[in-house]
């Protein structure tokens, strides 16, 4: 390169030399022709320094092409070097190694350490804080006080009510004093009655022996048998014994009505006797409510734990008239945590009591922490247009380094193998040069939907749903080979209801859809025994495939140099690899996952400035 620089200059120089001669003769032949042709021509010739202006002009020319052969130069030089150096550079590529080994999928989230049980502790009455006996991180058993209210107006309430009681009691004493006065009253009345009773009844015998003797005495008197004076005597006696009988009849009545009114006056003193005992029963539920307000004034822990939060200040008033004011938070058990965490609703589906997670939190960085996954929230959670869940966790926290309100940044486990093929996402994302954003090649498309058919039904290694309920559910030799028809007939009607595309309504395909699913689930029931339909889960079926597999495209260096592409079919993939389950890969080969030059530059339309002409 440097050689053809020297050669360069030289052969610059000897044209700008050839230019400098051409101009010098240039200049000598006119001035030779100017003499010769002066004095025949007889014209006037200019003076000798009216011919100096003539020099500028050539001096401005051969500045200009001594500059403009410099740029030639320039100009070759360069487009000789970037010529060179493309002849020269031989791309160069960062190589990585096939390998077998665990993969595990998670579904990262963040959420809130909290206790699993947190207790707000408030005040069922209103008054002034007088003493407080709890504080920050303090310990506290279940019914100790941690504050008191000031209990003066509720135990004079109490005084007051412990009065009203005490009056009320005095009442019954008088009330039960009136009703067996009462009483009393009744019976001498019914005593009376008797008595009169007895009387009329004397006083109708003397009324039918009266009138004997006025018949008789009649009877007498017609036969002349006794004197008129005998039956107007018997007649006197006669009409005598019928008035005793009427007077005996009223008082009798007198008697009875006397009887009635005394009952009557007993049955309202039963009745003042009654609400006399009510008044006694109110004034003790009055006196036990001041009782209860005055034991409220002590607030006492409702759980044994750490006090985590006061709320409250000595002197303070508090009012709970609408609703308890918060005093205090106590975390029950802070060696048992839970994290709450926002779960998106592209990942919910993926997500399943028991499964195991890890998180982190920015105060102990480097150190993992465990927990598994307790509960899956059906309520969403919808924040601009973003749908989440609610997933709890649980952890064990027996050092008590977690806290509550920490963030935690937590990875939920939804997949996990032992032992699979699998590259480097890097070599899933590296193109060559010139076919950055480009798909694979054009035979890539079919390779990749072979890759991705459904099995003949005779079950093929690699099917995820298939993978996981051997996995999970034990399934033995025979379970197998029944399920192998099950899945691939379930696959089958899933892509034809898919292959109607507009033609069936959105709506009626997912109907149809779920009828497959469900269909094919109560099927794969039945192969089951009582123990592997308890822990299997209609989420094993329902996991659309599209999120489980999809094609992918690796590189690697061919026969005569050249990077050559490899369609495959991806499985499982976490940060760093992605797993292979089908695709013309083995252990321990070497695939492109990055350059380690740049690309010759291009310039215009992809022509590099080799190709520029002079």
Known sequence: ???????????????????????????????????????????????????????????????????????????????????????????????????????????????????????????????????????????????????????????????????????????????????????????????????????????????????????????????????????????????????????????????????????????????????????????????????????HTAIRAPVDGVVVSRNVDVGQTVAASLQAPTLFTIAQDLTRMQVDTNVDEADIGRIRSGQRATFTVDSFRGETFSGKVIQIRQAPQVIQNVTTYDVVLSAQNQELKLRPGMTANVRLVVDQKSSVLKVPNAALRFRPAGVEGEAPPSRGKAQAAALLEPGDGA???????????????????????????????????????????????????????????????EKIMELLTKEQRARFEPSMVDQPAARRERSGSVWVLGPDGEPKAIIVRLGLADANATEILEGELSEGQQVIVGSTERPAPRTGRGQSSSSLKL
Do not use: C
């Open 1 to 295: 390169m440097a050689g053809r620089r020297v050669r360069l200059a030289e052969v610059g120089e000897q044209a700008v030399e050839s230019i400098e001669r051409r101009d010098s003769l240039n200049r000598v032949d006119g001035v030779l022709d100017g003499v010769s042709a002066g004095p025949r021509a007889g014209r006037f010739d200019p003076p000798a320094h009216q011919n100096l202006p003539l020099q500028h002009p050539t001096a401005t020319r051969r500045r200009f092409l001594i500059l403009l052969v410099i740029a030639v130069l320039a100009v070759v030089a360069t487009a000789a070097w970037f010529q060179t150096q493309g002849r020269s550079a031989t791309p160069k590529y960062r190589f990585a190694t096939v390998e077998k080994g665990p993969l595990t999928a998670t579904v990262s989230a963040t959420g809130t350490l909290n206790p699993v049980i947190t207790v707000q502790v408030g005040s069922q009455v209103s008054g002034q804080i007088k003493e407080l006996f709890a504080d920050f991180n303090s310990q506290v058993k279940k019914d100790q006080l941690i504050a008191r209210i000031d209990p003066e107006i509720f135990q004079t309430r109490v005084n007051q009510a412990q009065a009203d009681l005490e009056a009320a009691e005095a009442t019954i004493l008088n009330q039960e004093a009136l009703v067996e006065r009462t009483r009393a009253d009744v019976e001498n009345a019914r005593a009376a009655l008797a008595v009169g009773k007895a009387q009329t009844a004397k006083a109708e015998v003397a009324v039918l022996d009266a009138k004997r003797d006025l018949v008789r005495k009649t009877e007498l008197l017609n036969k002349g048998l006794v004197a008129q004076s005998d039956r107007d005597t018997s007649q006197a006696t006669h009409d005598s014994a019928v008035a005793q009988f009427e007077a005996n009849r009223a008082q009798e009545d007198a008697l009875a009505a006397a009887v009635r009114s005394s009952a009557a006056q007993l049955r309202v003193a039963d009745a003042q006797l009654k609400t006399a005992h009510a008044q006694v029963r109110q004034k003790k539920a009055g006196l036990d409510q001041a009782q209860v307000d005055l034991d």
């Open 459 to 521: 079950g093929r290694s690699g099917d995820p749903i298939r993978d996981r309920l051997v996995r999970e559910l034990d399934l033995t030799d025979e379970q197998q080979r029944k399920l192998d028809p099950i899945l691939s007939e379930r696959q089958e009607k899933l892509a034809a209801v898919q292959a109607g595309g507009k033609a069936v309504a959105k709506a009626e395909r997912r109907s149809q859809q779920q009828n497959i699913r469900d269909a094919a689930r």
